[in-house]
Structure formats: C-alpha cells, structure tokens
C-alpha cells in the first residue's frame, strides 16, 4: 500500500524567509501528487498538482512554486513567504482506485 | 465552479446518539468523497460513492449519495469519542489537466462528549 511522508511536520518561519516542503510517497510509481493548503476554518484548496517528474500545474497564482524532481518526490517552495501562508500543507496521492489519499501534513506559521 | 456546502459546520452530540452530516453540491456530482480528519493530522479516506443512490458502510458509519446526484449524508450510530474530528467531503471536478482533481467542502467539526 501507498505511505506519505510529509516533512517537517510543524514549521515556524518569519515574513520574507524562503521556504522547502518536502512530500515523498513509497509503494507506488508514477502517482499523480497533490499539494494543498487548509486554512484556519476554511475548506482544502488546491495549489499545485504534477503528473510526472518535471510537470506541474498551478491551480492558484501566488508566490509559492512546486517541484517535482523524482517520481516519488514533490516539493512545495517560496522564496519570500507572506503572512497570508500560514496554513496546513498537505501532500496527497492519486490510487489506482481513482481516490487521493493524504499524507499527515505540515503545519506551517509565518511570523 | 462546483462549490460544496456542508452541514453543520459543527456537531456536538452526547455518545451514543446518532448524527448525520450533509454535503450539498451546486452541480451534478460524478464521485464524491468522504475524508475524516484529526486536528493537524492528514485526512483518512473513509468512502467514495459514484452511483446515484448508493450507500455505502463501514462500520458505524454509513454514507449515501442521493438519486439525482447533488446530495451526500454521512451517518454515524451510536457516536463514540473515536469518531470526533473534522468531516469533510470532496468532489471530483472537471479538470482542464490531466490529472483529476477534487474540491472540498468547508468540513465538520464534530464532537462528541462522553
């Protein structure tokens, strides 16, 4: 079965600081990968999802960016981060049963 | 777009009482989605339903998508401790990409007091 691992699990970085999440996923081969943000009280929204190694499509314009290295790695990425992204990341996988499954997340607050 | 409305946006039953949680879609829906979530935790699938009608179960939790397709209920019986968390359900949504995507309802804080 599918396993993902999202790191770090809590972050704590001030305005105008870069940013590297990292989601690596195991037990699966060319998955499609999700990266979403939850904001407090608010719904999951979509920001970025990749298809393959070096394909990624952008759902919200923002100045976060994605990448997708290797077939199992996908990395979430801003090289100045706002206040406004603060937030839960989460990294999740498309299963051959057509459903996306979740990794434990990232809990990320600006300050 | 495809929004989702989900109600309430918060429960608090006693245990043992039975809930029920609803998902209601502006558009048709083509598979819908039922995710659990603990306070900063990953969402735990629980139940996909694609057919109008279908009813799907798991343990003390039973998910059904209406005939016509724009409505979904979450049923939980006999609530315990165990079942506290945020609910939230998902759609697939037609995508311009070749990936499938979902979008989310706001979720359901759910309580449940011993």
């Known amino acids: 079965s599918q396993t993902i691992h999202q790191w770090p699990a809590t972050l704590v970085q001030p305005v105008g600081s870069p940013l590297s999440l990292e989601c690596t996923v195991e037990?699966?081969?060319?998955?499609?990968l999700y990266w979403y943000r939850q904001a407090a009280g608010r719904g999951l929204q979509l920001l970025f999802y990749?298809?393959?190694?070096?394909?990624i499509s952008s759902e919200v314009p923002q100045n976060l960016s994605a990448s997708r290295p290797q077939d199992r790695q996908f990395i979430l990425s801003s090289k100045k981060l706002l206040l406004s992204d603060s937030g839960f990341y989460l990294c999740?996988?498309?299963?051959?049963?057509?459903?996306?499954?979740f990794g434990p997340g990232t809990r990320l607050t600006v300050l | 777009s495809q929004e989702l409305e989900q109600s309430p946006q918060s429960l608090i039953v006693q245990e043992g009482k039975n809930l029920t949680i609803n998902c209601t879609s502006s558009k048709t829906l083509y598979g819908l989605y039922w995710y659990k979530q603990k306070y900063g935790e990953g969402l735990i699938f629980l139940m996909m339903l694609q057919k109008g009608g279908e009813e799907k179960s798991h343990e003390k939790i039973t998910a059904k998508l209406d005939e016509k397709k724009q409505q979904s209920s979450l049923h939980i019986t006999a609530s315990q401790p165990s079942h506290a968390g945020i609910y939230l359900c998902g759609a697939d949504i037609p995508s311009s990409g070749s990936a499938r995507q979902l979008t989310f309802g706001s979720g359901t804080q759910l309580t449940v007091l011993p």
């Open positions: 037990g699966t081969s060319n998955p499609n």
């Open positions: 990749s298809v393959g190694i070096g394909q």
């Open positions: 999740a996988l498309l299963a051959a049963t057509d459903t996306q499954y």
